[in-house]
């Protein structure tokens, strides 16, 4: 019987939640739902130097907004906790297995002191290496239990001098996995250091914790970005002296996100304009915001549609996906290698076709909520449903929803008085007096016997239509924008239509 799918995404809670770390989420769940299996949040808190308060509770908020929500987690519980390491740390789990592998000699303690190692790289260091690592062409200089005489470590030991375990990497052995995206890829062992698996604390650091976890949480495939690549054979490596390769998950590194200039990075996403994370991030140190795809006005519909579309597709020119599609047509073998370049006009596209098609009582919510932030009054729901359907191919981000809608709640404190001035004559007045008459009297108040009503009078009057329009629009709307001009004056109403064209004469 083949293993039940079990992934995991494996966040440590240290900042915001970058596009890449959203995709490694996206690429998880939708791999544990098209194979019925489980998919588990595994908060990576080993290095407590880089801990960052409110970040584990902002991935949380970030997954729930994309609609990604792990079956098992801190937060969501589930038969293989704890899920935090830092917890799992506390309940023992890790020691026992840097204990077995110092014993089968896969292992061994270390007693250097930070001097110590920052005197070897100075020592060691020369133009070919220029940064000198902890590894077998090296480690018999320092000072550790391979080093040392036993008698001298069981003292060091028995003394309690602060020590650290490192895996004693083999010196000419070549380690392969075969990656899912990659096919196989092979490690000369010769080149990789001696990891640090146990610190000085005795927290595991993440290549011990990682491997310990996902053997002890049955995780059976795992997917994380490609910059995790240098740290396999070391992984597999474990795996091979602790459990069996048998056991290992089926590994698959996500190519790397790519922005205007190289790797995707915060600085990018600020120098440029933007957004990086999924969400507002505030550095609670130095209180710098990241803005967020979230408050930019994305919806999570469109923002996973976009991620998945970076790094994959279904073989056909086929773009917009929604999440159970994507769930149907998902595949890891169709994950490419490359690096996927991020095109943020691109993700907008997606956004504006999304709002376009997307049905607008979805919309409903995040319209009122943005309008009532800018202080627009909406009472009336089933008008906003009705101008959110009017309007909402002229929308790519959800704040452009404000200007497009505004002046149905709210009659323009401003009219553009420019772009009409010079055009404007006193037949063009009469026309307009004439018109709130006709607006008032209008007994079929729909656009289209609207329009030709006000043709009617126009030719009556001898003035082009053309040329009353953008007047009619100003008065109505405050500038030149927003959807076909009776349309408009038919939601607002014969009574409101009227008002503002009077308000609308006396300044013209
Ligand atoms: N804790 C690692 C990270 O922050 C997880 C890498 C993995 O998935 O193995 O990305």
New binding site residues.
Partial sequence: MSKKVRV?????P?GGLHLG?VR?VLYNYLFAKKHGGDFVLRI?DTDQTRYVAGAEAYIFNCLEWAGLVPNESPLHGGNYGPYRQSERKAAGMYQQYADQLIEQGHAYYAFDTPEELEKMRAIYKTAENPSPQYDHTLRMKMRNSLSLSAAETNQLLAAGTKKVVRIKMPQNETVSFTDMIRGEVSFDTALVDDKVLLKADGMPT?HLA?VVD?YLMQISH????E??LP?APV?VLLWKYLFGLEAMPQWAHLPLILGPSGKLSKRDGARYGFPVFAMNWTDPKTNELTEGFKEKGFLPEAFINLLALLGWNDGTEKEIFSKDELVNAFSMERVHAAGAKFDYEKAKWFNHDWIKHVDSNLLLPLVKDLLLQNEIPVTDESLLLQVISLIKDRCTLLPDFVQQTSFFFKAPQQLDVAAVKSKWTDEKKTFFEAFTETVLQQTDFTPAALETAFKELAAEKNIKPGELQLPLRIMLVGGKFGPPVFDIAVLLGKKETAERIKRGLKQF
């Fill in positions: 995991r995404f494996a966040p440590s240290t770390g490694t990576e993440y990682v996902d795992a997917f994380r970005g910059e995790w740290s992984h």
